[in-house]
């Protein structure tokens, strides 16, 4: 037993590596090659890993129910996602019973073998397509994570021969060590995911990295949008929360896609509103131009989004600049990552303002300034916004001492655009 006891340390230390290379979402094909190069360097002389990372083994995902995790020599490694939907257990459940993994899920077994020629491996056509692709030799084994979810993991080889009689024993011993392993690339992921979905990018990665005590923050020179569905409230009564939901999620999805690629994240989520912040260079940012024509196009998109369903929406959006202190905020025990300060007020108001105005978009006469390069008046604002631009008459607004001038931003938009 001296060899398993040398390869389970160095095993060890392996999985430590694939760990902590586990966090970003898109390192998940990373962890399996990292864990089929740790199991052959443990003894185990493997051409094709197969690891499901589900709700039936212990996941616990914000947006997928399954991530199957391959990794094949010579053709390196890929993740199947599978998004979260309704009845999805209930299928998984029985797919799973009729794969080679089926006499694991119950818990009578701990390893099932099968070999080309054999009766078990003739029944499985997940085993047949295998043995086109040139295996001859499969092991599925079953081990506990610490929180008793029951994880499955396959091997297979093409040696000439299959396995030797020493693999299934070796694979038996590695299982403590790779169900931490496991467990904690569990925790890691999905720590990373609802950090990402319930924060933003940037935001979640601050947070993971450690910047979250009460009163840590930084001022941020930022263009600060506040978004809101117009009509919102009377809607609700007439259709109800749950009908609503499938329209705010069309309308998020929308504004989210279209903010992205400009550098834009949404914040915060506050009922039928988002705020979202826009991290800028330069007190002139030349890609000011480019964040209001995603606003436009985020109106756009969540009109046609929510027509598509039936019930067309409009949003308003306001849009200032300015420095902003973003940072945790709250109570002992309850904190918030949040902005704060005068232009996101502004921007809140500016919002309000869009249906007085008839504008999908306002603007403060700072946003016009600053982009002033490429919108030095109304005129050749609209050449390259696709909209019509015009200079409003300064609106005295609640907060702020001086009146505010304003630009109104809008595209000619169908009620029923997406409708058939």
């Excluded at 309000?352 to 919108?375: E, F, P, Q, Y």
Aim: hydrophobic share 45%; net charge negative; with cysteine.
């Amino acid at each position: 037993m001296q060899y398993t006891e040398t390869a389970c340390q160095q095993f060890v230390i392996d999985l430590n590596k694939v760990v902590a290379g586990s966090r970003r979402a898109e390192a998940l094909p990373d962890v399996a090659e990292g864990l089929a190069q740790a199991m052959a360097k443990a003894g185990l002389p493997i051409d094709r890993l197969q690891l499901p990372l589900s709700v039936l083994f212990g996941l616990k995902h914000p947006l997928y129910f399954g991530i199957i995790l391959t990794w094949v020599r010579g053709k390196g490694s890929k993740a199947w996602l599978r998004p979260l939907e309704e009845g999805q257990e209930k299928r998984a459940r029985s797919l799973l019973a009729k794969s080679p993994f089926g006499p694991l899920m119950d818990g009578e077994v701990q390893q099932v073998r099968h070999r080309i020629g054999t009766p078990g491996w003739s029944d499985l056509p997940q085993l047949q397509a295998l043995e086109e692709d040139g295996f001859v030799d499969y092991i599925a084994t079953a081990t506990e994570l610490p929180d008793g979810a029951r994880q499955v993991i396959s091997i297979a080889t093409r040696a000439q021969g299959g396995f030797d009689d020493a693999v299934p024993e070796r694979l038996e011993a590695l299982c403590p060590p790779l169900a931490l392993a496991l467990f904690a690339i569990y925790q890691t992921q999905v720590a990373s995911q609802i950090a990402t979905t319930y924060l933003g990018q940037r935001t979640g990665s601050l947070v993971l990295d450690g910047q979250m005590g009460r009163g840590r923050s930084a001022s941020l020179r930022a263009g600060i949008a506040f978004i809101d569905i117009r009509d919102f409230t009377s809607l609700s009564h007439t259709i109800g929360v749950q009908g609503m939901l499938p329209l705010l999620n069309a309308v998020f999805e929308a504004i989210d896609d279209a903010i992205r690629p400009q550098g834009g994240e949404i914040l915060k989520l506050i009922g039928d509103a988002a705020l979202v912040v826009f991290p800028l260079l330069a007190r002139d940012d030349p890609k000011l131009m480019s964040i209001l024509r995603a606003l436009l196009d985020a109106a756009a998109d969540a009109a046609t989004a929510t027509a598509a369903l039936g019930r067309p929406l409009r949003v308003g959006v306001g849009f200032h600049i300015g420095d902003v202190l973003y940072g945790n905020v709250g109570s002992r025990d309850r904190h918030d990552f949040t902005v704060m300060g005068p232009a996101v007020n502004l921007a809140s108001r500016l919002e309000s303002l869009t249906k007085h105005l008839g504008a999908d978009v306002v603007i403060s006469n700072d946003v016009a300034r600053a982009c002033r390069a490429t919108c030095g008046t109304p005129e050749e604002a609209a050449v390259v916004l696709e909209a019509e631009v015009t200079l409003a008459d300064p609106v005295t607004i609640r907060g702020v001492p001086e009146p505010v001038s304003l630009w109104t931003i809008s595209r000619q938009m169908n009620a029923t655009d997406g409708l058939d």
